[in-house]
């Protein structure tokens, strides 16, 4: 017998803080979509970063959407943390996944048809999702044979984690050497941020209602998803406005004097000549 909510306003706030959560998540990929739309160029934001970042909503999606779905995984779920728990996937994470990957590989897109300098999507990257890849297909052909369907999708729960702690990182160095935050939108993190910390309440008011952590622990993926998210989302909000804040003129029009010979370098002009002036609003 499954669990049901023991309250009905816990149950409503769990729904309203799940789809805020979503909204927040899923309106969090348009800022550098519009943003790379408006320059026309994608220079400034990492490559690395969108392909980690499609791997592991791509793993997302098939947790969500197979633990929500499934019957039989359900029931696997039930004979190992107990008949009276409630499935940790709601409608608003099948959502969310399905839309993340529809839009990071929109983004991707981008990257194709705009000016990139001379950006390129690193060979770590490309060995990290290979390898990632090729252990998902060892796994799915060990669960075959005796239906480890539940343990399967853990697997790709637990390379959603595992892409959520490093995706970051290409990016928060990019922007460190480029003393810059220009051609990533802070409109993305902020909303990112927001979505991270109502995603964590949602499991919270979970927690309360059935007296008891396992929805924390029984997807553990979707917990340190939110503690990832709002770590690396307050450093990039540091980095933004406090370490390499944007310089505005007497317009209010942003004016930014950046390094950027790492990323475009003419061959028509002279190396050392490596610095110059952007200027444009900025999304803040």
């Not at 928060?172 to 990533?184: C, D, E, L, Y």
């Not at 209010?252 to 950046?258: L, R, T, W």
């Amino acid at each position: 017998m499954s669990s049901s909510w023991n309250s009905v306003g816990l149950e409503v706030l769990y729904q309203v803080l799940g789809w805020v959560a979503f909204f927040a998540w899923s309106f969090s990929f348009y800022p550098q979509v519009f943003l790379n739309f408006r320059r026309k160029s994608v220079v400034g934001l990492n490559f690395d970063f969108l392909v980690l970042n499609l791997t592991k909503h791509s793993s997302y999606l098939i947790y969500n959407a197979a633990l929500f779905f499934s019957p039989f995984i359900q029931r696997q779920y039930h004979e190992k943390y107990g008949d009276k728990e409630m499935i940790p996937v709601a409608a608003n994470d099948v959502a969310f996944s399905l839309h993340a990957v529809a839009l990071t590989a929109f983004t991707l897109f981008q990257v194709f048809i705009y000016e990139r300098g001379n950006q390129k999507v690193s060979k770590v990257c490309i060995s990290i999702s290979a390898i990632v890849w090729t252990a998902a297909i060892v796994c799915l052909i060990v669960a075959w044979p005796k239906s480890n369907w539940l343990w399967l999708i853990d697997v790709f729960n637990s390379i959603q984690v595992g892409m959520t702690a490093i995706k970051y990182i290409p990016q928060a160095v990019m922007n460190f050497r480029r003393k810059s935050t220009i051609g990533w939108s802070i409109g993305n993190i902020l909303l990112d941020l927001t979505g991270g910390v109502l995603n964590f309440g949602q499991m919270g008011v979970q927690s309360i209602d059935q007296h008891t952590l396992v929805n924390f622990y029984g997807n553990i993926g979707k917990t340190l998803l939110s503690l990832e998210v709002v770590f690396f989302d307050v450093v990039f909000i540091i980095q933004h406005y406090v370490l390499y804040p944007v310089k505005r003129d007497e317009n209010g029009k942003a004016i930014i004097s950046e390094r950027v010979a790492p990323l475009i370098r003419p061959s028509d002009k002279p190396e050392e000549d490596n610095t110059m002036t952007i200027q444009f609003s900025q999304l803040r």
